[in-house]
């Protein structure tokens, strides 16, 4: 067998199958990798050793009995810490939840456990999701990007893109309610998307249960499709839940892309991109243009920049919750989260409401944009990665802990598909992201404009020196 770290999850289960490697050897390669990587990256809140093993072992048994297998067969995978874990703990990156055990899977981790899957632990995120940049929280400490150990991973899903980048495990789940699965994959080099709001339903309820996602972070767009493809689906417990079959996100990869009318906007009108940042993600659409996508440049896609709206329903619902925390034990939290929550909590309701009603409009002038194109293209994030454990680039430094990513929350706002590409690196061999959006329920034009791009320029054989 080639090294396992950074083979794909789909060449993986293949090898599995034809009996190449056990579901055993497999894992065991993982954790020993993780715990190799592991004092390097801190991308780890807890490890189940004995729970991933046993799932592994189970696996190969029904291989050896002949048993109907799932499409995760034995592959091992990790979980973002806001996401239920049964009999793990859900820290949520706060010092006020250390003892929390969930006392039930999500949704997407009984999906995930009966396609097979191999759960190894609970990877790291800022506190309750609430930083851009960081990837650091009061109970883990700083986690570090892959590429190079001295920049963040950004957040909030740090742990995942990082140990995905690593080459721990194939693939990864995290979340996004603001781009927290996009921004770390463009600043550890991975694919990332967040699907239609609601595609993959989410259970217990979230602390912002409007603008939440769960989603895969992955090395190839074909991993990403299919992990996506099992967490997806109607689930009663959401009142949000999709109810409409789930498309073939991995057929959708082999899918033409020529016709396509692209929106190409490098600011959406209020950002400051970075000059490397926009280099990189000009010449990508230049390689969707010759392989016969039509693009229109469309600089100021929005009036004005949509952070209020965004930072209004986010923090007012993560404040809530820690309501008791923030009058009590206001200590334990991160300083730069309780003091944006304050700002949350401080509002009035004619003026959340009002932020509530500009939402809507919003939203539909998002749905106005796709009458005239199939797909949005900009920048991921405006600036390469910064420093470990930094809340906001020095160069945004008048940006807060995340109105400085300009590109992502919006999409949460309009709850369309949003993913990021890898399409360069910088001149320090940094990872760049590019963000594309799609219409309502249109994920799989996402998957495949990002297979075509990978085909013409892949990345997967770029791995970081560690």
């Known amino acids: 067998?080639?090294?396992?770290?950074?083979?794909?999850?789909i060449d993986l289960r293949k090898a599995i199958l034809d009996r190449e490697i056990s579901s055993i050897e497999l894992v065991k390669s993982s954790l020993n990798r993780l715990d190799e990587l592991e004092p390097k990256l801190n991308a780890f809140v807890s490890v189940d050793y004995e729970g991933a093993l046993k799932q592994a072992k189970e696996a190969d048994e029904e291989l050896a009995n002949g048993k109907e297998l799932g499409p995760l067969h034995g592959l091992p995978i990790s979980i973002k810490d806001l996401i239920d874990v049964k009999d793990l703990k859900t820290t949520f990156?706060?010092?006020?939840?250390?003892?929390?055990?969930?006392?039930?899977?999500?949704?997407?981790?009984?999906?995930?456990?009966?396609?097979?899957?191999?759960?190894?632990?609970?990877?790291?995120?800022?506190?309750?999701?609430?930083?851009?940049?960081?990837?650091?929280s009061p109970v883990t400490g700083v986690t570090r990007n892959a590429w190079d150990l001295e920049k963040t991973t950004g957040g909030s899903s740090a742990g995942a893109a990082t140990s995905t980048a690593a080459g721990i495990t194939p693939f990864s789940l995290g979340t996004?309610?603001?781009?927290?699965?996009?921004?770390?994959?463009?600043?550890?080099?991975?694919?990332?998307?967040?699907?239609?709001?609601?595609?993959?339903?989410?259970?217990p309820v979230s602390a912002t249960p409007t603008l939440a996602h769960v989603g895969p972070l992955a090395r190839t767009v074909k991993d990403a499709a299919l992990l996506l493809s099992i967490i997806s689906g109607f689930d009663s417990r959401d009142p949000y839940s999709v109810s409409e079959n789930v498309p073939d996100f991995?057929?959708?990869?082999?899918?033409?892309?020529?016709?396509?009318?692209?929106?190409?906007?490098?600011?959406?009108?209020?950002?400051?991109?970075?000059?490397?940042?926009?280099?990189?993600?000009?010449q990508a659409i230049k390689t969707f243009e010759n392989m016969g996508c039509h693009i229109e440049l469309v600089d100021r896609l929005f009036e004005e920049d949509p952070i209020d709206l965004w930072t209004s329903?986010?923090?007012?619902?993560?404040?809530?919750?820690?309501k008791s925390a923030l009058e009590n034990s206001r200590d334990l939290l991160d300083p730069a989260v309780a003091d944006i929550l304050d700002l949350a909590r401080n509002q009035t309701i004619e003026d959340y409401y009002r932020k509530v009603i500009k939402r809507f409009q919003f939203r539909e002038n998002v749905r106005e944009t796709f009458?005239?194109?199939?797909?949005?293209?900009?920048?991921?994030?405006?600036?390469?990665?910064?420093?470990?454990?930094?809340?906001?680039?020095?160069?945004?430094?008048?940006?807060?802990?995340?109105?400085?990513?300009?590109?992502?929350?919006?999409?949460?706002?309009?709850?369309?598909?949003?993913?990021?590409?890898?399409?360069?690196?910088?001149?320090?061999?940094?990872?760049?992201?590019?963000?594309?959006?799609?219409?309502?329920?249109?994920?799989?034009?996402?998957?495949?404009?990002?297979?075509?791009?990978?085909?013409?320029?892949?990345?997967?054989?770029?791995?970081?020196?560690?």
């Open 93 to 136: 990156g706060s010092r006020t939840m250390v003892n929390n055990v969930a006392k039930t899977d999500a949704p997407s981790v009984e999906r995930i456990r009966k396609a097979g899957a191999c759960i190894i632990g609970k990877t790291t995120t800022t506190e309750f999701g609430c930083k851009a940049g960081g990837g650091d």
């Open 250 to 282: 991995v057929a959708a990869c082999e899918q033409p892309i020529n016709g396509l009318k692209i929106a190409w906007s490098p600011t959406l009108g209020y950002a400051r991109p970075n000059k490397e940042v926009v280099d990189a993600t000009n």
């Open 313 to 322: 329903e986010f923090y007012a619902g993560v404040g809530t919750k820690l």
């Open 176 to 203: 996004d309610g603001g781009g927290s699965i996009r921004i770390p994959s463009s600043y550890c080099g991975l694919f990332g998307i967040k699907a239609q709001f609601g595609r993959v339903p989410i259970y």
């Open 1 to 9: 067998m080639s090294d396992l770290a950074y083979m794909s999850a």
């Open 371 to 466: 009458n005239h194109f199939d797909i949005i293209m900009s920048p991921t994030l405006p600036v390469p990665p910064f420093g470990a454990g930094e809340n906001v680039p020095a160069e945004l430094s008048d940006r807060s802990i995340v109105s400085w990513v300009y590109y992502t929350y919006p999409f949460n706002l309009s709850g369309n598909p949003a993913a990021s590409i890898p399409c360069g690196f910088t001149s320090e061999g940094l990872p760049i992201g590019l963000q594309i959006i799609s219409n309502t329920n249109r994920e799989v034009d996402i998957f495949k404009l990002a297979s075509a791009f990978e085909k013409e320029r892949p990345w997967a054989s770029k791995t970081p020196s560690l």
